[in-house]
């Protein structure tokens, strides 16, 4: 089974959905379920889903906004976690309510929207031209469509997703 993280998830119930995908060698949480609501007064509130993949490596999908700095530490202490663990952290693209947590993670590799960086150092890929980027033989980074002209997806293989 593959189990694809996007940005774009809509409608989600939580009475309906399993957030938490088992599988070998990856598992998949969502720690947080994003949203978009529209006010009366013409604004919206958004959020960013936050997921994390762990497995032979620790991925984070989407940091959230800076306001969710607390509930992300707190979610990773309670699944024995430190920010440092985190090997990898892919921001589905540039927006504040998804990658207002980087700096979290120096040591991780970032993935934000086509561009990935270890360090200050950024890495060669084609996501702008269309194709992947391989974190392993089980994940993926794929471009996908969105509401910046730079979104990414993750596709995780192997887990209990029947999609």
């Known amino acids: 089974m593959e189990t694809v993280v996007s940005a774009q998830i809509q409608n989600v119930s939580l009475s309906e959905t399993s957030l938490d995908f ?3 060698p990856y598992s998949l949480a969502v720690l947080k379920v994003g949203y ?5 007064d ?9 997921t994390l993949i762990t497995g032979l490596k620790i991925i984070l999908v989407d940091t959230g906004g ?14 024995g ?4 663990d985190i ?7 540039g927006h504040s309510d998804h990658i207002g947590n980087l700096s979290l993670f120096p040591t991780a590799m970032t993935i934000v929207g086509f561009d990935i960086s270890k360090g200050d ?16 033989e089980h994940v993926s980074v794929i471009p996908t469509p969105g509401h910046t002209g730079q ?11 029947p999609s």
């Open 66 to 79: 800076p306001w969710d700095k607390d509930f992300l530490v707190m979610s990773l202490k309670e699944r």
């Open 22 to 24: 088992s599988g070998e």
């Open 151 to 161: 979104d990414v997806s993750i596709q995780v293989k192997g887990t209990s997703s």
């Open 42 to 50: 013409g604004t919206f509130k958004a959020d960013g889903t936050i």
């Open 36 to 40: 978009c609501l529209s006010q009366t």
């Open 81 to 84: 976690l430190k920010p440092e």
């Open 87 to 93: 090997n990898v952290v892919v921001g589905t693209h």
């Open 121 to 136: 150092t950024y890495l060669p890929n084609k996501l702008s031209e269309g194709q992947p980027y391989t974190i392993d």
